[in-house]
């Protein structure tokens, strides 16, 4: 049947599924010591974006190649954001507690403050989900990769909300419905939103004004 020939769209989803589960493993294994962690998400995007556009060679020569050209940057990139992540949850924690004793003016000031984190939160978010495919595929500064990732993310913000919105419902089918769908996790995510990040990321390559663009494409 026409619908079981490698070439026909069903053969192409099954692959695609085949490769995420695949690449999710490779990804989380490599992420266990946790300071690997931007490495081992920057091979995973580079490969991914390949994926989408059906470049795809050898899964994990690609990986482990993209894990160490760019491990030394991403390293660099990750940590301060792990401290950051850990000081914004910290953060929260504490003004939501002293929020919740406080009350009359005290409570207000809390609230505002809450407010203010829970936006850097929102800015911290769209970091992490464009810094990595970015640094995927481009060359740049580390300044450069981290400024540009959350400009890219706030402009492009209909992507970066179903960049968001395919990753909260991995985890809420996850959570709520069918826990051994992680098989899948950031494999396939990363898979899907390679076809989001690919056309923004191209695009820009085209602009000779921007940051960006003065980058090299393609890694």
């Known amino acids: 049947m026409a619908i079981f020939s ?34 081992s998400t920057t091979a995973l995007y580079t490969v991914a974006c390949k994926i989408a556009k059906n470049e795809e060679g050898d899964i ?22 792990l401290a950051l992540g850990f000081v914004l949850g910290l953060d929260v924690w504490v003004v939501m507690r002293l929020r919740a004793t406080a009350t009359g003016t005290p409570a207000v000031l809390w609230t505002l403050l809450l407010a203010v984190i ?8 769209i970091e992490l989900m464009f810094v990595f495919p970015l640094l995927a595929k481009v060359d740049n500064t580390s300044l450069s990769m981290v400024k540009n990732s959350l400009l890219i993310g706030i402009h492009y913000l209909n992507c970066t909300i179903c960049v968001f919105a395919v990753h909260f419902a991995m985890f809420v089918v996850a959570v709520r419905f069918f826990t051994p769908i992680l098989l899948l ?23 000779p004004d921007g940051d960006v663009a003065s980058g090299t494409f393609d890694r």
Request: aromatic fraction near 16%; hydrophobic fraction near 50%.
């Open 6 to 39: 490698y070439e026909s769209r069903f053969s192409r989803i099954m692959m695609h599924i085949a490769y995420g589960c695949y690449l999710n493993l490779l990804w989380a294994v490599c992420s266990i010591p946790v300071f690997t962690a931007g490495a």
């Open 60 to 81: 994990t020569q690609q990986f482990f190649r993209a894990f160490r050209s760019n491990f030394k940057q991403a390293t660099l990139i990750w940590l301060p954001l």
């Open 118 to 125: 829970i936006v850097a939160c929102i800015l911290y978010a």
């Open 185 to 207: 996790g950031e494999g396939v995510c990363a898979i899907v939103c390679a076809y989001l990040f690919n056309p923004v990321i191209d695009a820009l390559s085209t602009k």
